[in-house]
Nanobody
Framework: QVQLVESGGGLVQPGGSLTLSCATS????????MAWVRQAPGKGPEWVSLIKFDGTTIVYAQSVKGRFTLSRDNTKDTVYLQMANLQPEDTALYYCARDKSFGALDAWGQGTLVTVSS
């Protein structure tokens, strides 16, 4: 069974930082492109970032570029999302997902909530 479990969400003040983790199992993590997607309250999902299976290619949505850093540890089957200079508009449920092909996300975690508020 493919499993992705996000953690690390919580309440943070504007300008603060937070790091999310996604622990995976049930598939060959080292051969998978991985993505982060978020969904703000009352809005549809927004793609955030994507990383190649070996970490050599990383892309970001314009809205988070320069503030967020995506990384992975293939010895731990875990992907991370470091978030800095967080703003209220970053408030969302953050999901980790496996990218099957060019944005075809076929496996998702349950999400972890990030709330940015003073």
């Amino acid at each position: 069974q493919v499993q992705l479990v996000e953690s690390g969400g919580g309440l943070v003040q504007p300008g603060g930082s937070l790091t999310l983790s996604c622990a995976t199992s049930g598939f060959t993590f080292s051969g998978a492109w991985m993505a982060w997607v978020r969904q703000a309250p009352g809005k549809g999902p927004e793609w955030v970032s994507l990383i190649k299976f070996d970490g050599t290619t990383i892309v970001y949505a314009q809205s988070v570029k320069g503030r967020f850093t995506l990384s992975r540890d293939n010895t731990k089957d875990t992907v991370y999302l470091q978030m800095a200079n967080l703003q209220p508009e970053d408030t969302a449920l953050y999901y980790c997902a496996r990218d099957k092909s060019f944005g075809a996300l076929d496996a998702w975690g349950q999400g972890t909530l990030v709330t940015v508020s003073s």
